[in-house]
């Protein structure tokens, strides 16, 4: 698949896999890790977009091991557990770059190309749903990204996301049912427990006893 594909598919593998590891889903240095990861694979290609980036290391590798060779095979699956085991990174930097990584070799094999899992052995492995850049590819990547976030165990409230970023402090009269009407069920579920019941005098108080100072009433600025 194509390297947009790759991230879109490896962020969304991160959002299902994040809240069943214990890890924050939306924490945005596990989400650039676990999108590095996506891309990781075809370090291979000199072509690719990180292969470009990394021109010396993936020329040796295309070289070395060809496109979907190695980095491509049963062989990294087990590097990919290896490391998980291993305890080389904290589990919140190995866990996504590994479900990025794994994400990469599941959307690959939904190309003719497959996978050479055998690697060094020639046999490949593929679910031929979509060509590498073909008309098909964004529909299977959609559907991928729907079932992902009906499997997402953790929830985003992405209108609460969008107020969390100030956007209401500048544009609130243009977007009234976002920024409005989130105030309105902000309020409405303020607790009760942020209001003070106070008297309407001071009560005399028992002898020994200080004074309580409640009254009836409302404070809407409670102390």
């Known amino acids: 698949m194509m390297?947009?594909?790759?991230?879109?598919l490896g962020a969304a593998a991160w959002f299902v896999a994040?809240?069943?590891?214990?890890?924050?889903?939306?924490?945005?240095v596990s989400l650039g890790i676990a999108v590095l990861?996506?891309?990781?694979?075809?370090?291979?290609?000199?072509?690719s977009w990180v292969g470009k980036r990394v021109w010396p290391v993936s020329v040796l590798c295309s070289k070395a091991f060809g496109h979907r060779?190695?980095?491509?095979?049963?062989l990294a699956i087990c590097g990919c557990i290896a490391l998980l085991l291993s305890e080389a990174l904290p589990l919140p930097l190995a866990a996504p770059l590994v479900v990025g990584y794994l994400s990469h070799l599941a959307a690959d094999l939904l190309t003719p190309g497959g996978l050479r899992l055998a690697w060094p052995l020639k046999g490949t492995w593929a679910l031929p749903l979509c060509r590498t850049g073909g008309a098909f590819e964004p529909l299977v990547v959609a559907l991928l990204l729907s079932w992902a976030w009906g499997n997402t165990a953790e929830r985003v409230d992405?209108?609460?996301g969008l107020r969390a970023t100030g956007v209401c402090r500048l544009f609130a009269r243009e977007l009234p049912s976002l920024c409005i009407a989130g105030e309105e069920r902000a309020s409405a579920a303020a607790p009760w427990r942020d209001w003070r019941l106070f008297a309407l005098g001071p009560a005399e108080p028992a002898a020994g006893k200080p004074d309580s100072g409640w009254r009836m009433g409302w404070d809407s600025n409670p102390r």
Do not use: E, V, Y
């Open 3 to 8: 390297a947009g594909s790759h991230i879109a």
């Open 18 to 28: 994040a809240p069943r590891l214990g890890l924050p889903a939306l924490d945005p």
């Open 37 to 47: 990861g996506a891309l990781l694979p075809d370090i291979d290609h000199p072509k």
């Open 69 to 74: 060779g190695l980095t491509h095979s049963l």
């Open 158 to 160: 992405l209108r609460a």
